[in-house]
């Protein structure tokens, strides 16, 4: 079966702080993990993503760090702020193009 | 290029209506996805297109879903006749077969079933 599990549903955080986001997959064939930020009123957008082979991936703020032997891997948001309140989405899918299979989100809400 | 195109932004209409639904996907992009989205359900895949063919739509909930791709540059997401437990928002979104499997959405349609 092609699951996601993420969680918390929700976090509060305070401005500063580390925000961090799990998701667990089930299918070893996925290949491919990008995690997606959703404003109010937009679609979801790629925020960042990383492959299998690769334990860890930084640009900014935020961060990956993927498990391949627990199937699982996470989103660091290091000083968060509160342009950064926002629903994130997890997902795993497969390099070659084909179907993304998405966690069920976590809303953000980093306070001032 | 202006991203992926949606229309209607928002639509409210009464039980039994016909609803329609397009997209404009980015140019060059190969694979065309339609998504539901709803606070209980999440983000849920209806049906994807590949080069204008359905793929999957295995995620349509019923007979009363259709989707047509025509050609590369326009898709319908159709309800009829519409129930308001069809209220959502759907997003369109498209990736190209090359590169990163990443999707690019529309900002979605805003479908409210009275």
């Known amino acids: 079966q092609q699951q996601v599990k993420q969680s918390p549903q929700s976090l509060i955080v305070q401005k500063g702080g580390i925000s961090i986001i799990n998701c667990a997959y089930e299918n070893t064939a996925f290949d491919y993990f990008p995690w997606y930020q959703q404003f109010p009123g937009k679609g979801p957008a790629l925020l960042i993503a990383i492959r299998p082979d690769v334990s860890e991936k930084k640009e900014g703020r935020f961060t990956i760090s993927f498990n391949k032997s627990a199937k699982q891997f996470s989103l660091h948001i290091m000083d968060s702020q509160p342009g950064d309140s926002a629903t994130y989405f997890c997902a795993a899918t497969f390099t070659n193009a084909g179907k993304s299979t998405f966690g069920d989100g976590t809303t953000l809400t980093v306070k001032p | 290029d202006a991203g992926v195109i949606q229309s209607p932004r928002h639509e409210v209409t009464e039980m039994g209506q016909e609803v329609t639904l397009r997209c404009k996907p980015i140019s060059g992009h190969d694979y065309l996805f339609w998504y539901r989205q709803t606070m209980m359900r999440g983000l849920e895949l209806l049906i994807y297109?590949?080069?204008?063919?359905?793929?999957?739509d295995s995620g349509m909930p019923e007979d009363r879903f259709s989707a047509k791709m025509p050609n590369a540059s326009f898709s319908t997401l159709k309800i009829q006749p519409s129930e308001p437990r069809d209220s959502a928002v759907y997003f369109c979104?498209?990736?190209?077969?090359?590169?990163?499997?990443?999707?690019?959405f529309g900002a979605g349609s805003r479908l409210t079933v009275l």
């Open positions: 979104a498209s990736n190209p077969s090359s590169g990163a499997n990443v999707l690019t």
């Open positions: 297109f590949n080069n204008n063919v359905p793929i999957d």
